[in-house]
């Protein structure tokens, strides 16, 4: 494929936070289930089993996953132990899972002016998985949306994904990038597309988004570093050009 250079960003936990709600969430989550009397690390461990498998039943990052899966939870131990489900408390816990997703977007430190540096340099995209609803309000409420030239929802984050948003977009792959803190969803379907792939290293990241690397591929330890590595990368390949 012969076409343009173009870079495609990840959104959660690489333009903005994420995980953080959720750990808050578990954290209150792990201190209801310890005032029950119900075992707080194995509970923590049941609730990340139910929330991976709502993901996989849903085929992709619905809003209903997580809520449904700290219900699950407390619906479990309370089989196991032979406790009677309170609705109030089952109440709480679904609420829970609605209250990470009516906390503020918090932009990741540097995130706007990478995006500002790079979109003088070339096209920006947005790659995101989610619930269309959630990612449009969130990153409206970023005020990155300007830098984009097109924005791409998605349940999952593939190969195939990332093969039709270059054809549709006339990007070439090989002198293109994929920058994400998600070596799963962003950094292993880009290689396997072709793409030069940059893995942002983000404090939370959810060990259902962590596989090893299929390929060679830049780390770094904070997004300001992406665009001295994407833009000398052009330098160097226009100077073998010339």
């Not at 075992?39 to 085929?59: T, Y």
Request: glycine fraction near 6%.
């Amino acid at each position: 494929m012969k076409g343009k250079t173009g870079c495609i960003f990840d959104f959660d936990d690489t333009l903005v936070e994420t995980t953080i709600y959720y750990d808050r969430a578990k954290e209150k989550f792990a201190a209801k289930m310890s005032q029950l009397g119900f075992p707080v690390e194995e509970s923590l461990e049941v609730l990340n089993q139910f929330d991976i498998s709502n993901v996989l039943k849903c085929g992709g990052f619905h809003k209903e996953c997580f809520p449904k899966a700290l219900v699950q939870t407390y619906e479990y131990y309370c089989k196991r132990f032979g406790s009677e489900v309170c609705q109030t408390t089952r109440k709480w816990m679904e609420n829970l899972g609605w209250w990470v997703f009516r906390q503020p977007t918090e932009l990741i430190e540097g995130a706007q002016e990478v995006l500002e540096r790079l979109s003088g340099e070339m096209p920006l995209f947005l790659a995101t998985k989610g619930d269309p609803e959630i990612q449009a309000k969130r990153l409206k409420e970023s005020r990155l949306d300007r830098f984009f030239h097109e924005v791409y929802i998605v349940p999952d984050k593939t190969h195939k994904e990332y093969t039709r948003i270059a054809l549709q977009n006339g990007l070439e792959p090989s002198k293109s990038w994929i920058i994400g803190n998600s070596m799963k969803g962003d950094i292993n379907p880009g290689l396997r597309s072709g793409f030069n792939c940059i893995h942002v290293f983000h404090h939370n990241t959810w060990d259902f988004e962590e596989e090893e690397a299929v390929g060679e591929h830049f780390s770094v330890r904070s997004i300001r570093e992406v665009p001295e590595i994407i833009l000398s990368h052009a330098n160097k390949r226009l100077a073998v050009s010339e």
